[in-house]
């Protein structure tokens, strides 16, 4: 394999050496597979084609400056797939197997976790689709399971540093009842228009406001918000959003530095109000904000005066990191050590 240029990875794919899969089939799971093929043999007819039975998730491993390879959370993505699962009737896969297909995946594409102090990470994108062959509209009966990896740099190319965003009226990602809590491709889908619209503006991403009223902050196309003010952490509570898993541990790390902890509507104006705030989630960890503008209404939230990280948000962002790469102590045992 040619020299991996570690520390200019962006993220994106990669190919690396193989990928684990495990089928579901008369009402069971399968014997763990491992490919080295990249393609997957679907049938034309696969409900996951046709109806959206798709659903995906996104860790990643990390190595420390001690060696060792620390997978983050691998319990909470387990069972966020399972809500999924329970969301658009999928067969559940139970934790155990999760788990054994993740490190198994880890273990063989070892040579591609990068090392410790370029900054990049291992990225692990489970994936469930529903694989039988049928054209009426009910759940499938067969399910594939398939695990690949890939190596990644920063989300944002400019690493941890703070990005303008714009609030898009004109779509939505999913409605107050729908699959906006579930990690499914088509919320995805549906963000793409108004993504590439704020990207178009200049924008690093887009903010949706909730699709009943257009008066809360919902979320960004792919992470949750929170913001700072008055040493307490805000986020948004909505049924639309989907629970992020570093959303739920900054929480936890919030609370231990003595911040107040609130989950709650936040009606745009509150905006205003913010001394700090960012966008979370797997692959950016946190995003700082420095603005949020609301061009149908002429307004511009400022965040970061400076248009540099705020002290809380960094702390955080510190925190978390140092406890993924081992840097810090793992009081909560969110961390997998792979032996």
Not at 126 to 154: C, D, K, R, W
Not at 208 to 222: N, R, S, V
Not at 225 to 233: A, E, P, S
Not at 305 to 316: E, F, R, S, V
């Amino acid at each position: 394999m040619k020299e991996i240029d570690w520390a200019n990875l962006s993220f994106g794919y990669m190919k690396t050496d193989y990928n684990v899969r495990i089928n579901f089939r008369n009402g069971a799971w399968g014997e763990l597979e491992v490919s080295s093929e990249e393609y997957l043999n679907l049938h034309m007819a696969a409900t996951c084609l046709h109806y959206g039975q798709e659903a995906f998730e996104g860790l990643k491993a990390f190595r420390g400056k001690d060696g060792k390879v620390r997978i983050f959370r691998l319990e909470e993505n387990a069972a966020r797939l399972q809500s999924t699962c329970q969301g658009i009737l999928m067969a559940e896969l139970p934790i155990e197997r999760f788990k054994e297909a993740i490190l198994k995946v880890v273990k063989l594409n070892e040579r591609f976790i990068p090392p410790y102090e370029t900054g990049a990470s291992l990225y692990i994108r489970p994936l469930l689709i529903g694989t039988s062959a049928q054209v009426g509209v009910h759940p499938a009966n067969e399910y594939m399971f398939v695990v690949f990896v890939t190596p990644v740099g920063p989300y944002f190319k400019g690493g941890f540093s703070t990005n303008p965003y714009v609030i898009i009226r004109e779509f939505d990602r999913s409605a107050p009842l729908g699959t906006g809590i579930y990690k499914v491709g088509g919320n995805y889908a549906a963000s793409l228009r108004a993504n590439k619209k704020a990207h178009e503006l200049g924008y690093s991403c887009e903010f949706y406001l909730d699709a009943k009223e257009k008066k809360y902050i919902d979320e960004c196309g792919a992470a949750n918000f929170f913001g700072i003010k008055d040493n307490t952490y805000i986020t948004p509570k909505s049924t639309s959003i989907l629970p992020s898993i570093t959303n739920k541990s900054l929480m936890q790390l919030a609370e231990d530095m003595g911040l107040k902890v609130e989950r709650r509507p936040v009606p745009e104006e509150e905006l205003a109000t913010f001394e700090e705030a960012g966008a979370c989630g797997t692959a950016a960890v946190i995003s700082p904000i420095e603005r949020i503008d609301d061009l149908e209404n002429g307004k511009s939230y400022v965040i970061s005066k400076d248009g540099k990280p705020g002290p809380i948000c960094t702390k955080l962002y510190n925190k978390l990191r140092g406890i993924q790469y081992g840097d810090e102590p793992d009081t909560y045992g969110w961390v997998t050590i792979v032996e």
